[in-house]
């Protein structure tokens, strides 16, 4: 995200990681009328469910994570999701400070 709300992108002491945040990805889902195998990872029927954003000027940000981009790794390695933060709060603002990562969250319920 680019905004003054969730965004931050932050470039670690020692030029290896950048941490920033990213909208969630989701499973591909596909209509209920398709006849051919499901891919793994997909589901079948949500492709037009419903999504709360987060508001009129943060169109298309629903469930923000933290990423951590390692510049040295093969590129299917080198992005990761950091999966401590609960699902009842949206990540934002993050920066590396000493061995960790800091930022702020919002409560979403």
């Known amino acids: 995200y680019c905004d003054d709300t969730f965004g931050g992108l932050d470039l670690s002491d020692d030029l290896k990681r950048v941490v920033y945040v990213a909208e969630k990805k989701l499973p591909k889902s596909f209509s209920y009328m398709y006849q051919g195998k499901l891919p ?27 990423a951590v981009l390692d510049v040295n790794e093969k590129p299917s390695d080198s992005i990761k999701i950091i999966e401590s ?25």
């Open 40 to 66: 793994e990872n997909s589901t079948q029927g949500n492709q037009f469910t419903y999504r709360q954003a987060w508001g009129e000027q943060l169109v298309g940000k629903v469930d923000p994570v933290v």
């Open 85 to 109: 933060i609960p699902e009842e709060y949206a990540p934002g603002m993050v920066k590396f400070w000493n061995d960790g990562i800091i930022g702020v969250a919002r409560r979403t319920i």
